[in-house]
């Protein structure tokens, strides 16, 4: 079955530690996103990568860090300088490329709480 | 100033009856495209219907039409025969510039609509 895994789909960490969250797509999409939503909240776009080893900073990329080694992986970091990590975190990709693409495909998301 | 904005915080409606959730949108790209997506209360966002700002009809997708009306920047999702499956959050967003352009498909989202079906 194609489609978007994330794990752990619930993640408790200590406030001050880095954390890392799952993305992997074996949908052969060149695009990839991630998002954060907020109780109650739309989605804000965190970073956003077009090709493998090239990746763009959205609107609240402050206190996170990503790569893009892989084409199917797209792994975000949590770090401990983001002020308030507890929240929903969306991965998404979609066809991308030069043909830009029109619908994203969203991973289950993962629950990130820090205390 | 928001670039999508969905004012109806909550929605109710009777099972089998068509609602109409609202968003309006704010751009000056000429080229840009419109989607609807659902997120049940298990999280996932599940992609409903596209509409493309060149598109002559408005894009319908089963029991999901969006209604798209350009001159005055909305694009209003349209849920016939609602089922009590159909509750869920429900979010409009748009995509800037074209396809294959600079924006690269980033997606603005709005603040989303609660629907609740009724029996």
């Known amino acids: 079955d194609g489609g978007i895994t994330q794990s752990p789909k619930y993640l408790f960490r200590k406030e001050g530690q880095n954390v890392t969250l799952s993305c992997e797509q074996n949908?052969?999409?060149?695009?990839m996103y991630w998002y954060r939503q907020d109780p109650g909240q739309g989605l804000r776009l965190i970073y956003y990568?077009?090709?493998?080893?090239?990746?763009q900073k959205g609107d609240i990329a402050e206190g996170y860090s990503v790569s893009r080694e892989k084409k199917e992986s797209f792994p975000l970091t949590v770090t401990s300088a983001q002020k308030n990590p507890t929240a929903f975190y969306l991965c998404?990709?979609?066809?991308?490329?030069?043909?830009?693409?029109?619908?994203?495909?969203f991973g289950p998301g993962t629950r990130l709480t820090v205390t | 100033a928001q670039k999508i904005t969905q004012t109806q915080p909550g929605m109710f409606v009777q099972e089998k009856e068509a609602v109409t959730l609202d968003c309006t949108y704010d751009?000056?790209?000429?080229?840009?495209?419109l989607f609807w997506y659902k997120q049940p209360s298990s999280g996932e966002m599940i992609f409903l219907i596209y509409?493309?700002?060149?598109?002559?009809q408005n894009a319908t997708e089963g029991r999901y039409s969006l209604n798209f009306q350009k001159a005055r920047k909305s694009a209003n999702l349209v849920i016939s025969a609602s089922q009590l499956g159909d509750s869920a959050m429900y979010f409009c967003?748009?995509?800037?510039?074209?396809?294959?352009?600079?924006?690269?498909?980033?997606?603005?989202f709005g603040q989303g609509t609660i629907l609740t079906v009724h029996p």
């Open positions: 998404a990709s979609s066809i991308g490329g030069t043909s830009g693409g029109y619908e994203q495909y």
């Open positions: 949908l052969n999409h060149d695009a």
């Open positions: 990568s077009q090709i493998v080893n090239d990746f």
């Open positions: 751009t000056s790209d000429p080229s840009y495209g």
């Open positions: 509409q493309g700002s060149y598109d002559q």
């Open positions: 967003a748009m995509r800037e510039g074209p396809i294959g352009g600079t924006s690269y498909g980033k997606l603005t």
